[in-house]
Each structure stands twice: as C-alpha cells, then as structure tokens.
C-alpha cells in the first residue's frame, strides 16, 4: 500500500522546536520530490518547504527562511523538516506530498501522494 505518514507534531512554546517526519511506504522517496504544505484555520493552505529528488537547493517560503530546515534519510525512506523558533502564526496542519517529477513545483495538483497531515500547535 502506498503512504506517507506524517509525524512529529504537538503544542510547543514559541520559539521552541519540533521535527516533523514524513515517512514512505509503498514507493521510494528518494526518486520524489518532497513538499511540506501548511494549512491553518480558516486559511489556504500553503507550501513551506521542498526537497527535490536530487537534494540540492531547497525551497523554503519566506516567512520561514532561516528557521525550516528539509532534509532526507533515504535509509529510512524518510523526509524531515526541522522547525526552530516556533512563532504562534506556524500554528497549523502539516502535510507532506510526494511527486516523481523533478523540480519543487508549488502547485498541490503536482502531487500524487499525500499523508494525513500532523498539528502544530504553537501556544504559550
């Protein structure tokens, strides 16, 4: 069967930090691209971060340069997305969807598989 499972969510102090995961079954993830998407209450959902399959020169939205950081475990067939400095606007649902084309492409129809989503929630 093919998935992702995302995981690694919680309530987090602001500026505290959390590790999301996004683990494959099914496919591997090294020949996907990856995209961390957010969606908040009562907004779109938006794209915060993107692996591509090659690993070079990843995609991160402004609002969390320097704080977002995406990397990959083929090993583990697994993608990660390290949040730092928690700010109570990243408050939302996490997903991360995997496409087998190249390049980190923004738009969620590119997308063949996507996980269940995890939340953060980010509260003092």
């Known amino acids: 069967q093919v998935q992702l499972v995302e995981s690694g969510g919680g309530l987090v102090q602001p500026g505290g930090s959390l590790r999301l995961s996004c683990a494959a079954s099914?496919?591997?993830?090294?020949?996907?691209?990856i995209f961390w998407f957010r969606q908040a209450p009562g907004k779109e959902r938006e794209g915060v971060s993107c692996?591509?399959?090659?690993?070079?020169?990843?995609y991160y939205a402004n609002s969390v340069k320097g704080r977002f950081t995406i990397s990959r475990d083929n090993a583990k067939n697994t993608v990660y997305l390290q949040i730092n400095s928690l700010k109570p606007e990243d408050t939302a649902v996490y997903y991360c969807?995997?496409?087998?084309?190249?390049?980190?492409?923004?738009?969620?129809?590119?997308?063949?598989?996507w996980g269940q989503g995890t939340q953060v929630t980010v509260s003092s």
């Open positions: 969807a995997a496409r087998g084309g190249y390049g980190c492409i923004i738009t969620e129809t590119a997308y063949n598989y």
């Open positions: 099914g496919f591997t993830l090294d020949d996907h691209t």
């Open positions: 692996i591509s399959r090659s690993g070079t020169n990843p």
